[in-house]
């Protein structure tokens, strides 16, 4: 079940097989949720991270009004809520888009990770700085990229990430997002998505049905999204 998480982490880094043991003693118990259901709310106490094993999350924030902001996708690999190891609570909400399959890591086994593993802490240190930079990325696209290049960089950028843990086919994958939670990660209103998507389509650049985005013209859609991955810090260095 942890073997997504591995791959994320041997990208970047070299892990022996005892780091290996303790990251698989990581998890202390499993959980299945619904599509919709909310991992974590913004300001309750936090005294476990959530490791996502299989399915999709999200990060999100909300105005009283009621209108909601993507901050950033998670998948399969993934530390939803590292950086809850040191908050304790949240600014924002933690939401399954599709079922998960969540696992609990009580943060007493962070601690012995930070006090007697000291390259692991290196390694998730690493981790949350990547994750950071996708948020910046995403703050970039919200600001000043196009919708049709802000899209395109999405599906470009998620490409590469399920490409990392074995989630992708053919530049094809998975993509269980409803138009409106679409809406939420670009700011863009419903209409304004599908009329892109639909854009992207009649360009050829990708085709998109049965919930699954396939990349026809990876070259093209790069161009249009000016898409560098080198935030995504796809290479292997010393810790």
Not at 38 to 46: D, K, P, S
Not at 159 to 165: A, Y
Request: aromatic share 6%; with cysteine; hydrophobic share 40%.
């Amino acid at each position: 079940m942890i073997t997504a998480h591995l791959k994320n982490l041997r990208l970047r880094s070299e892990i022996s097989s005892n780091e290996e043991q303790v990251i698989r003693g990581l998890v202390a118990e499993t959980r299945r949720v619904r599509a919709d259901e909310f991992v974590v709310r913004a300001g309750e106490q936090l005294n476990s991270s959530l490791l996502l094993l299989d399915g999709w999350l999200v990060r999100s924030k909300d105005l009283p009004s009621g209108e909601r902001q993507v901050l950033e996708l998670h998948v399969a690999g993934d530390f939803a809520d590292l950086h809850g190891f040191t908050l304790k609570r949240l600014d924002h909400d933690v939401i399954a888009i599709s079922e998960c399959t969540i696992g609990v890591v009580p943060h007493d086994r962070l601690m012995d990770i930070s006090e007697h593993h000291p390259h692991l802490a290196r390694v998730y240190w690493l981790a949350t700085n990547i994750d950071a930079a996708i948020t910046r990325e995403m703050a970039l696209s919200l600001g000043q990229r196009s919708a049709l290049s802000r899209m395109a960089h999405l599906f470009c950028e998620l490409n590469v990430r399920l490409g990392i843990v074995g989630r992708t086919s053919d530049d094809s994958f998975e993509f269980p997002l409803t138009q409106r939670e679409l809406s939420e990660c670009l700011g863009l209103t419903v209409v304004h998505v599908n009329r892109t998507l639909q854009e992207l389509r009649r360009m050829g650049f990708v085709e998109a049905e049965n919930r699954r985005i396939r990349i026809v013209d990876k070259a093209r859609l790069e161009a249009l999204a000016d898409f560098d991955p080198s935030y995504l810090q796809l290479y292997r260095r010393p810790l």
